[in-house]
């Protein structure tokens, strides 16, 4: 029998009792490989005849697109006009004008648009500017509770809300002021809940709620919730994000001293950089896994990481990470035997970070090279070294626990009666105070 | 110790966010965002019911929930395309987790159902076929659009129409041929 027509394989399909010489038909199909699987076609196509978005067409049953669309062009110009307003208040010197401008209270400002701009300035001020990220991130959430419910359709006003209380809780997580920074997690995190879905947002809360939760030592929680960020943003294809939580879980881990254990989690992070060739990324890893080596005693490992970590920071041209390389690597050198060496390199370290305004890391570098000059029988020139730190926390006028701290450590020098064991303490009190500068300076019992 | 990555890792990638000055006007928005709702609404759909098992008539407001909280604050998005596939999976599983009597397990990142690839080629094959029936004549799609999509029989649209059900085997065997005969133009041959 020849070859039957492709209308007779497609009635075939379709309603076999109406093709001529059924039998003799189906004998062939079932024995002729190019017709049986010309005829799996036309019942795959059927099947697909039956599938709804086969008969899609962007409007067919699609009375929220309008919306949408609506709003995707409403909420552009709100974006671009927000952008022209808050001009003026991008520098970190407009704080006072800011403050004092209330524009919540000015009806051009309550847009979502200058909302969403808001959020973006004080995400980007929170670090080295918190009291004006905060003000701006307050302001951002008095507008978002102020706009109606219904002005952003399928309860995306929650978005926009929550992202204003997260940027609160960041500004305050870095000013230190942790029961604020919580509850204003809290708040975004309610927000976000009341959303269709979960998204990007509950990522950054449980983030930013775990590097709090580190801070406060509560380690155990924290470690649940950076592998739980990490895992949401994995979900939502956010590789930076959660390789982002991966980083916070190495601090949580070497926190911990679970030294081997970060190291670990920060090579994962070092081969994502080095895939990418994310310069930034494989030099942070690198020098966080150098700190691990050096805690664990493996100077070999230890100088190799850090000194990469030290090329890649010296051409992308990070002062703040340079410094920080130095110091770590000065540790190393002193480990090592090489005293003299590591204790110029330290000193060197220590007037880097004042000069870069990094007072507690020159503090902390500086207990770590009055360690060196303890162990290396040169006590008589701690007195004078504390004194230059205390000096400048005293310039930048940062009359804190940590000053006092400092202060004591000086007199302890100065009379000879320095320990290790004070010098662990204040240690232990600067990283404290640096997280909750209201903290107060108590001598060790 | 080296300080964290603070939570300053903002993205761009906003769909709505354009260079100071750059003029923007309402239209570009709604098309750029029609570009990108008609890219990936067949996708998420199929994701949403292949994938969760999401009923039909469902699927929709889900896949608009998505797009909404999207456009909401664009500029945290960093990479579109895995973002709404996540964010479909998510709003499946917390319909899920809504409407159904023995909720699927939504913690874990493994789903059971068809691989990624399967779905894309299934996305894809609709979309042809789709522009497809768009080319055929108006008897000719509607005649098809009853019998497969609406499961109505032969008979009942011979009724309608005051003619024999073997009239209409006959008419959906041609349309049907002549459906493929234009997909196989746009795709190749099967």
């Keep these: 029998m020849k070859h039957p027509s492709e209308s007779v394989l497609g009635m075939l399909a379709l309603q076999r009792d109406l093709v001529k010489n059924r039998e003799s038909v189906e004998a062939h199909v079932a024995g002729c490989s190019l017709c049986r699987s010309a005829f799996e076609a036309i019942v795959a196509f059927d099947t697909a005849l039956a599938e709804p978005d086969s008969w899609l067409d962007k409007e067919t049953g699609n009375a929220g697109l309008e919306e949408l669309r609506r709003f995707a062009a409403r909420s552009a110009a709100e974006d671009q006009t927000a952008t022209e307003l808050l001009a003026e208040f991008e520098a970190p010197e407009s704080a006072a004008r800011f403050v004092w401008a209330d524009l919540p209270a000015r009806s051009a400002y309550r847009t979502g648009g200058v909302a969403r701009r808001l959020c973006r300035i004080a995400y980007g001020m929170c670090e080295h500017q918190p009291l004006y990220a905060l003000a701006l991130a307050q302001a951002a959430s008095r507008i978002a509770t102020n706009l109606p419910d219904t002005s952003y359709p399928r309860r995306g006003i929650h978005e926009l809300r929550g992202e204003s209380w997260k940027e609160q809780a960041n500004a305050l997580r870095f000013l230190g002021r942790f029961p604020e ?11 976000y809940r009341r959303l269709p879905h979960e998204g990007i947002g509950l990522v950054n809360v449980q983030y930013v709620r775990a590097s709090l939760l580190m801070e406060q030592d509560r380690l155990e929680e924290a470690e649940a919730l950076a592998t739980a960020s990490a895992g949401a943003a994995l979900v939502l294809g956010d590789t930076e994000r959660f390789m982002r939580g991966r980083h916070l879980l190495g601090h949580i881990l070497f926190e911990r001293h679970d030294y081997a254990a970060a190291a670990q989690v920060w090579d994962g992070i070092l081969q994502y950089g080095r895939a990418r060739g994310d310069q930034l990324w494989i030099a942070r890893e690198e020098l966080a ?22 090329r890649i920071f010296t051409e992308l ?5 340079i410094t920080r390389t130095e110091w770590a690597l000065a540790r190393l050198e002193f480990r090592e035997g090489h005293g003299v060496q590591a204790m110029h390199r330290l000193r060197e370290a220590v007037s880097q970070l004042s000069a870069c305004g990094m007072l507690t890391d020159s503090a902390l570098a500086a207990l770590d090279l009055a360690e060196m000059l303890d162990a290396s029988g040169r006590m008589r020139e701690i007195p004078r070294l504390l004194n230059g730190v205390v000096s400048t926390f005293t310039e930048a006028g940062k009359l804190s626990g940590a ?9 302890a020098a100065a009379t000879g009666t320095l320990t290790p064991a004070m010098l662990t303490h204040v240690r232990r009190f600067l990283v404290a105070a640096d997280r909750q500068p209201e903290l107060l300076f108590g001598p060790p019992l | 110790m080296e300080g964290l990555p603070s ?12 260079p100071r000055g750059q003029e923007i006007s309402d239209e570009s928005a709604a098309a750029r965002f029609d570009a990108v709702y008609g890219t990936y609404r067949p996708l998420l759909r199929k994701i949403a019911i292949r994938k969760f098992g999401i009923p039909v008539q469902a699927v929709d407001d889900l896949v608009h929930d998505v797009f909404a909280t999207y456009l909401a604050n664009p500029s945290n998005v960093r990479d579109l395309h895995p973002y709404l596939i996540g964010a479909i999976c998510n709003a499946s599983r917390q319909y899920r987790r809504r409407d159904d009597a023995s909720p699927i397990s939504s913690e ?11 779905l894309v080629e299934g996305v894809v094959r609709n979309l042809v076929i789709s522009t497809t029936l768009s080319r055929l004549g108006v008897k000719c799609r509607e005649t098809l659009q009853r019998f497969y999509l609406y499961g109505e029989s032969a008979l009942s649209i011979a009724t309608s129409r005051d003619t024999s059900a073997n009239y209409i085997f006959r008419l959906l065997n041609y349309c049907r041929n002549r459906a493929r005969s234009i997909y196989r133009e746009m795709r190749g041959p099967e």
Excluded at chain 1, 183 to 191: G, V
Excluded at chain 2, 7 to 18: C, F, K, Q, R
Excluded at chain 2, 108 to 118: A, I, T, V, Y
């Design chain 1, 181 to 191: 920074a919580l509850a204003a997690l809290d708040q975004a995190e309610a927000e």
């Design chain 2, 108 to 118: 874990g990142l493994d789903w059971s159902g068809p691989p990624e690839e399967e």
């Design chain 2, 7 to 18: 939570e300053v890792l903002a993205g761009d990638g906003s769909m709505s966010v354009t």
């Design chain 1, 403 to 411: 000053l006092a701290a400092l202060a004591y450590l000086k007199s």
């Design chain 1, 317 to 321: 041209n990070i002062p703040s990470e």
């Design chain 1, 289 to 310: 896994i150098g700190n691990c080596h050096l805690e664990l005693d493996q100077a070999a490992e230890a100088g190799r990481s850090l000194h990469e970590a030290l």
